[in-house]
């Protein structure tokens, strides 16, 4: 099929369907910079393949009668020539990551990370539920190297992740960009895909495909000569980057907005910094890190976990101990591995320094044969040692028949050691003693609740960051003791820290730092800048350059107004709506973005934050957009009685539909009506109990659905 392709003239491709065949072979043509022709048939549901968004955003041309077929295919051809795009040099591999992590996915990053030792970009559907065509080819486009996985199964997540990943991997096969389509040995696929995927058997096989990969793509970079286009166009350049921070964490410096929450986080000021979903926490955590290691002298640990590693241990261990001792679990093995973490950053910071330094060089063998002795870390990044340690963790427990013993008869003692397996003073003192030649510490930890839904949230969960934070807030104690610095900082979602404050006796102790945003002139502020540094080097006025790149008003609206009004006061939805329509106008052949691509950037918008809120509300309802979509037909003359009703037409737990109404409040995506006015959770001060209170004041209080989420319905009919 490929041979026939690049022999041929044009391509059309009928996507009326979702076929994983036809979706890789239009990416293959697409990478070829072939004239292609979507069709569809108007006689066929077209729901499965607009839910996906990938296809669908490229624009094509529906028949119903072979006549109107042919007229379509008889029209010249209107395909807009993909642009030529910087290599990303800094972060030159792209990974589709599958919905959720797995031990192949987990293995495949941690290689990347420590045996390719290649920086790398990724789309996680986690953080953003949607992936349009010119967004993928952008990736692409723009990498030297890019790694997909094929899901196994029919589910939605399965179809959905497939799309993307034949699509993306028929893109880079053509433009011969380096690929890998990973697949375990015994996973079916399409016949196009069959014999080029890369299979595993053993985790192990892994490693070896990824060494194999970096020489690939070392080629590729060593060969590649940059052609500057004669005639770029300005949308090309015009950029406000990306939804995603870590995808853009070499740049982020040139563009980044200093915040009050970043200026105390950099002093040590706050430990725990909250905020929803998409409001910038990574960032923060990125900047941070970025700016106090680049003094030499300071040790930065910065952790970025993802929960599934934690899974084996909570579901062996903690189901089966009292809530006392599971706490006290949790605390004694999360100080366990922060002193491990900091012993493995010293001893990989100075691997080399410590042979010149003979200040350094018997501490640093001191403490290297008490870490070895404690842990093997082989090649791993740190999801993969906290797997390791979790897993040593429960094979001590297993061993020692510690679960096996009356929950009242359990000896604290006997569960440390369960944990340490020998002791931990012995370490926590060589590291403290070895650290006196050296500036302070910080610990950065994020993305330990990214798998975690509101809904779906436990005491065992909350006991996981109550444990972290308690032992952060010890370990500092033992610190200043010493006169040594101990700096510490948590990102976490807004809805976790509410259970961790129930949790914890002491959280008044805590300095908490919200990174929410609530004044719409620093959020304009923030657009501006990561606009306007992507373009510095042209000659010309700011003014100007953006009277080229856009209409000014959008219904009536200036353009800046109607983006912030859609984004949901969160800068990840500002910058996917601004994306969104600028690669649309590109698609299009626009040099200028029009009220359309803006509109048809908010309905998008619109089905992102409809799918996040239905990932959100998973635990409580299934089929939670049958149920979101119910509300949004009665959202004239919505009262909290007429939600509740709706709710419980669906759900039988009372408590359930409460929930469901307190994450769509904690969300964004519900409003009250407040003297006339809608007042949504970032009008209030992120003040959840006053938006609370005025509903269980009065169940006739009207409720309002944010205009981004109905914007939505109009790409549902």
């Known amino acids: 099929m490929e041979s026939w392709i690049e022999g041929a003239d044009a391509f059309i491709a009928d996507i009326s369907l979702v076929n994983h065949n036809v979706t890789y072979e239009l990416g293959f043509a697409i990478g070829l910079q072939k004239p292609t022709r979507l069709i569809r048939s108007t006689h066929m549901d077209f729901q499965p393949v607009k839910a996906i968004g990938l296809l669908d955003t490229l624009g094509y041309d529906g028949y119903d009668y072979d006549h109107v077929l042919v007229r379509t295919l008889s029209k010249p051809d209107e ?30 990053t941690s290689a990347v990370k420590k045996i390719a030792r290649i920086k790398f970009r990724n789309f996680n559907s986690s953080e953003i539920s949607r992936l349009n065509a010119s967004e993928a080819y952008e990736q692409v486009a723009s990498s030297f190297g890019i790694i997909a996985f094929w899901m196994e199964g029919d589910s939605e997540q399965a179809v959905r992740n497939n799309q993307r990943a034949a699509f993306i991997y028929g893109i880079a096969r053509g ?12 996973s079916g696929l399409p016949l196009d895909l069959q014999d080029q995927a890369d299979r ?61 929450g970043y200026q105390r986080t950099l002093l040590g000021e706050a430990n725990v910094l909250v905020g929803r979903k998409g409001s910038g926490k990574t960032a923060v955590f990125l900047q ?16 970025i976990p993802d929960g599934y590693q934690l899974i084996k241990m909570k579901e062996f261990i903690l189901d089966k101990l009292s809530f006392g001792t599971r706490k006290e679990v949790i605390a004694a093995f999360w100080e366990y591995v922060l002193w491990l973490e900091i012993t493995y950053k010293l001893l990989e910071k100075d691997e080399t320094r410590a042979l010149r330094d003979m ?64 002791d931990v003073r012995e370490l926590r003192e060589t590291v403290l003693e070895y650290l006196r030649l050296k500036g302070f510490v910080l610990f950065l930890f994020d993305n330990l609740d990214r798998f975690w839904t509101p809904g779906g949230f436990t005491d065992d969960d909350a006991l996981i960051v109550v444990g972290l934070t308690e032992s952060m807030q010890e370990i500092a104690r033992k610190f200043r003791r010493k006169s040594l610095e101990f700096r510490w900082a948590i990102f976490i979602r807004s809805d976790v820290y509410e259970f961790l404050i129930r949790g914890m ?24 800048q990561r606009l306007q540094s992507s373009v510095s080097a042209i000659n010309e006025s700011w003014s100007s350059l953006w009277g080229r790149a856009s209409v000014a008003t959008v219904n009536g609206r200036p353009v800046l107004d109607f983006l912030i009004d859609g984004c949901l006061m969160r800068p990840r939805y500002l910058i996917r709506l601004f994306e969104t329509a600028r690669r649309r106008a590109l698609t299009f052949g626009r040099n200028k973005m029009e009220e359309e691509d803006y509109v048809v950037a908010l309905r998008e918008l619109g089905w992102q934050v409809l799918e996040d809120l239905d990932r959100e509300i998973a635990d409580l309802v299934p089929n939670g957009s049958d149920l979101l979509f119910e509300v949004l037909q009665h959202r004239d003359g919505l009262t909290a009685a007429k939600f509740r009703y709706i709710a419980t037409k669906q759900m039988k737990t009372p408590g359930n539909v409460e929930k469901l ?57």
Not at 507 to 514: E, I, M
Not at 661 to 670: A, P, T, Y
């Open 79 to 108: 395909t807009t020539r993909w642009a030529e795009l910087a290599k990303n040099k800094d972060q030159p591999v792209f990974i589709l990551q599958l919905p959720a992590p797995t031990e192949s996915t987990l293995r495949t």
């Open 288 to 303: 941070v890190r970025d700016r106090t290691r680049s003094n030499k002298a300071n040790i930065v640990i910065d952790l």
């Open 359 to 422: 200040r350094l060089l018997q501490g640093y063998n001191k403490l290297k044969a008490l870490f070895e002795a404690r842990v093997d870390t082989g090649s791993g990044d740190f999801s993969e040692r906290l797997k390791r340690l979790a897993q040593n963790v429960v094979d001590r427990f297993r061993s020692s028949a510690i679960v096996d013993v009356e929950l009242h008869q359990l000896d604290s003692s006997k569960v440390l050691e369960a944990i340490y397996g020998q």
């Open 200 to 260: 595993w058997w053993k985790l192990a096989d892994i490693d070896e495909i990824i060494s194999a990969f970096r020489l690939r793509v070392a080629d590729v970079a060593n060969e590649f000569v940059s052609v500057k286009p004669d005639h770029e166009k300005l949308l090309e350049r015009l950029s406000c980057g990306d939804p995603v921070a870590e995808n853009e964490a070499t740049t982020l410096a040139d563009h980044f907005l200093e915040t009050d």
């Open 661 to 717: 109404l307190d994450v769509m409040l904690w969300n964004g995506s519900v409003g009250v009506l407040d003297n006339g006015a809608p007042k949504y959770i970032f009008d209030s001060g992120y003040k959840r109990q006053y938006l609370a209170a005025l509903v269980k004041a009065n169940e006739g209080v009207q409720l309002t659905l944010h205009p981004t989420l109905v914007a939505a319905l109009g790409s549902a009919v």
């Open 175 to 186: 433009r011969n960009i380096p690929a890998l389509l990973i697949a375990h040995q015994k």
């Open 505 to 528: 006796a002491d959280y008044g102790k805590l300095a908490v730092q919200s990174i929410e945003w609530s004044d719409r002139s620093l959020m304009k502020a923030l657009f501006e």
